[in-house]
Structures are given as structure tokens and as C-alpha cells.
């Protein structure tokens, strides 16, 4: 159901996105910098859902190649027990064997030196074949639960894997719309320019920057996530990263807070089911906020702004908290 869900969004994205792209003359003669901008703005919020949804298949796969690992380790004990009680069934089989298969108590009675001395013999024979009995049941009992557990996890492997083949398959596609976002970007910018220099428009300041100055002055482990975000400041988004060099939205924010001892998700939305729901009101930096349906995550170092990674024609930096549609607020 899920690979049924994941599938239906990105082909309704990849219908939007192939909108956002095509060439603005369909609708416009000379479209604005400001209409130009809105498409490029709408573009980026449709494939950061893309990219955590790579994020998440990503984390899927781990978990379930470290799941059958730990389940073949687990066996492994069991199997050594199993080996052990075969190979003393096969010697008792031999002895009895070689006594002559019913003549077996016969010689146990005639080896022993005392009636007490034959029915300890007898009674210690009965005792092992039935400790053998009983872990050979053991390991069947659990060799069976191991072979379905295994057929299933194999299953969901083999099915995310073929999500992943398809997230991977349109890789090139949204790289492709990023470019043609990227070429759109810069005729906005010339236009813009052209615009300033003729004086019909004025030029719009930023309120974005990569080179705030020195970090805000945080304790605990909050202090470290912040700090280990402001060290990001300048470096290269790039989808599906999470360091050293380069980063995505979540990458970022999940590597800070690795940095501070706490392990997140390589997701926004599985990043959200891990954190305490808060309210504005309540934020303090180190906590993460929300943005897009859940496809978008930042971090919040106080006084309104956030430290985030916000797309591949851009750099890690600040950023006013009000930057896109807000999803909400959370607290590790």
C-alpha cells in the first residue's frame, strides 16, 4: 500500500513539476520576475517531497538488511545447537549399531557391574536421546519461524528495492526539471538587473544569508546541534546528502543533532514522529520546524530564524522562520 501511495504522488508531482517547467511563453509573452520566481519557489516545494521520499526508501532498505542480518545471527547459536544434537543422535545410532541393535540393553546389562550400575546406564542413554530430542525440536520450531520471517523480509527487500529502482529512474528526470528551474532562475536575476538598471524596478533585499557572523550563544545539547548547523553555513545542498561536505534539508538537521547524541531519521516526516509536538510560543533553539507537508525541516537558533538546507540553487544558511508554509514545531 505504501509503494501504491508513494507512486500515485510522484506521478501527481511529476505532472506539477513538468507544469512548472514548461516554457513560460505558454502563458505568457514576457512573463514578470516575480511570476518566474513563484513557479521556481512551487518547484522546489514539489521535488523536496521527491527527495524525502528517497530519503525514506534509503532508510527502509537499512533497516531491512539489518534486520535480516540480526535474524541470521540469531540463528546462528541454535543451528550450532541443532549440529551438536544430530551428531550425538548419529553416535548413538552407531552404538546401538554395533551392539546388535536390539541386543543393546543386553550389553548395557552384561557391562554393568551392579543392577544400580545397569539402570544408571540405561537411564543415562534415555536422558541424552531425550535433551537431543528436544533441541532438535527447538531448532525446527525455530528454524520454521526463522524461514517465514526471512521469506518476508526478503519480500518487503525485494519491494522497496523496486522503489527505489523507480525513485532512482527519475533521478535524471528531476535533476533535468532542476536544471530548467536553475535556467529559469538566472532570466529571472537578468531580468531583474535589467529591470534595476533601466530603474523600472527596484532590486529586493535578501533576507537570507550563509555569513551571519558568530553562532548564538546556546547550552546543552541543543547548544551543539545549533553549533554543528552553523558550521554548515556556505556548504552545497545536494538531495540525498548528509555530510561532511554537502547536504539536504533533513540530512542537516539529522547530522546536528547526531553531533549532540541523539540519532534521527534521514526523513522530515519520520523526523516529526520522533520529536515532542510544541507550539510557536514554546520554541527554543535546537528545535526543528516543519515546512511543506512535511517535506521540508529546518532548525531553529532563535530570534525568528532558522539554520536550513533549502535547495540545489542554494546553500546551507539562515533564513527567516517564516520562509514557506509551515507544518509545525518539534522538540527533541
Excluded at 533441541?135 to 521469506?151: L, V
Excluded at 540519532?263 to 509536538?277: E, R, S, Y
Excluded at 530564524?305 to 522562520?321: L, M, Y
Aim: with cysteine.
Amino acid at each position: 500500500m505504501f509503494i501504491g501511495r508513494t507512486a500515485l504522488r510522484a506521478w501527481l508531482i511529476g505532472l506539477t513539476v513538468a507544469a512548472v517547467v514548461a516554457p513560460a511563453c505558454a502563458a505568457h509573452a514576457d512573463p514578470t520576475h516575480e511570476e518566474i520566481q513563484a513557479q521556481i519557489d512551487k518547484g522546489n516545494r514539489d521535488l523536496e517531497l521527491i527527495v524525502e521520499d528517497y530519503n525514506k526508501i534509503n532508510g527502509d532498505l537499512e533497516a531491512t538488511q539489518a534486520s535480516i542480518t540480526k535474524l541470521e545471527q540469531d540463528l546462528q547459536p541454535l543451528q550450532a545447537s541443532m549440529d551438536a544434537a544430530r551428531k550425538g543422535a548419529d553416535q548413538v545410532a552407531v552404538n546401538a549399531y554395533k551392539s546388535g541393535g536390539s541386543l543393546g540393553t543386553w550389553s548395557l546389562m552384561l557391562g554393568a557391574q551392579s543392577t544400580d550400575g545397569f539402570f544408571d546406564r540405561v537411564g543415562t542413554l534415555e536422558q541424552i536421546s531425550r535433551n537431543q530430542q528436544a533441541d532438535i525440536a527447538t531448532f525446527t520450531a525455530a528454524k520454521n519461524g526463522f524461514d517465514t520471517e526471512k521469506q518476508r523480509l526478503n519480500e518487503q527487500l525485494a519491494a522497496q528495492s523496486r522503489q527505489k529502482t523507480d525513485i532512482e529512474a527519475r533521478r535524471k528526470q528531476i535533476e533535468g526539471n532542476i536544471a530548467k528551474l536553475d535556467d529559469m532562475q538566472k532570466k529571472a536575476d537578468e531580468a531583474a538587473a535589467k529591470a534595476a538598471a533601466a530603474g523600472k524596478a527596484k532590486t529586493t533585499k535578501t533576507t537570507t544569508t550563509s555569513n551571519p557572523g558568530p553562532p548564538p550563544a546556546v547550552s546543552g545539547a541543543a547548544g551543539k546541534a545549533v553549533n554543528y548547523a552553523w558550521a554548515q553555513l556556505g556548504k552545497k545542498y545536494v538531495f540525498g546528502a548528509a555530510g561532511p561536505n554537502t547536504f539536504d534539508c533533513s540530512g542537516l538537521t539529522m547530522m546536528a543533532w547526531k553531533a549532540a547524541g541523539v540519532t534521527l531519521p534521514h526523513n522530515a516526516a519520520q523526523q516529526w514522529g520522533k520529536v515532542k509536538h510544541i507550539t510557536r510560543s514554546q520554541l527554543a533553539p535546537g528545535d526543528l520546524v516543519f515546512y511543506n507537508g512535511l517535506g521540508h525541516v529546518g532548525i531553529y537558533i532563535g530570534n525568528n530564524q532558522i539554520i536550513h538546507a533549502p535547495n540545489s540553487r542554494t546553500v546551507v544558511k539562515v533564513a527567516p522562520i517564516d520562509i514557506d508554509s509551515l507544518y509545525g514545531y518539534g522538540r527533541i
